[in-house]
């Protein structure tokens, strides 16, 4: 429980930082009008800076309820509404890569700081979880129920919406706590073609 305390302290100060960082052409944000379509020049290119972008990896978890640590696949959707980010995502645990014990799902919200060639994004909300451990004879029993789920992600790209980073995650539950870590593959959704001479959304050239 000591551990876990301290996961959840070391998560809330890495979301006070990053939430203090400025995100990327944002400079002059309070003073602009809020445009969904708003693009960045980058390297020749036109990234919209309000995008979508999926999360996907394997790692490593710890569970309360279990002695061996657990293996884990995760998949995450991320996109914003106005100025506010979201995540949907699901993920599998088991003794091995591809096996089930225990079957996830969160909802969250959160706060996200992109740049040129990292992305920063950390995300709080309820979960939604089912599974099976042994009792002490060995027959199987199921469970389920709600819980809360938090996770921090630190991505480095290597183009603008290409990238590969870290997963910090922690679930916690009536039946058990999870804490572990993934190694993620980021996909933006950001692109949106070759430089132009004139395009209105285009706010700031990098």
Do not use: W
Not at 55 to 71: A, E, M, N, Y
Not at 117 to 144: E, L, M, W
Not at 160 to 185: M, P, R, S, W
Request: proline share 3%; glycine share 10%.
């Amino acid at each position: 429980m000591n551990k876990l305390k301290l996961v959840i302290l070391l998560f809330t100060a890495c979301l006070s930082l990053a939430a203090q960082e400025k995100p990327i052409a944002k400079t002059d944000s309070l003073k602009r009008k809020y445009d969904r379509k708003e693009e960045i020049i980058y390297d020749g290119k036109r990234y919209r800076i309000h995008n979508c972008f999926l999360t996907v990896g394997p790692g490593f978890l710890q569970s309360s309820i279990r002695t061996d640590l657990q293996k884990a696949i995760g998949i995450d959707f991320q996109f914003p509404y106005k100025k506010s980010h979201f995540q949907v995502g699901v993920m599998m645990s088991g003794v091995q890569f591809g096996s089930n014990n225990n079957l996830q799902g969160h909802i969250c919200y959160g706060i996200r700081n992109e740049k040129n060639r990292s992305n920063i994004a950390a995300y709080i909300g309820p979960s939604f979880y089912t599974g099976v451990v042994g009792d002490t004879t060995g027959a199987p029993q199921f469970y389920q129920g709600i819980g809360g789920y938090m996770a921090l992600q630190v991505v480095s790209k290597f183009a603008y919406d290409l990238g590969l980073g870290a997963e910090l995650f922690v679930e916690i539950t009536k039946k058990q706590n999870l804490v572990g870590i993934k190694l993620i593959a980021f996909f933006s959704g950001a692109y949106r073609g070759p430089k132009k001479n004139v395009n209105v959304h285009v706010k700031s050239e990098n």
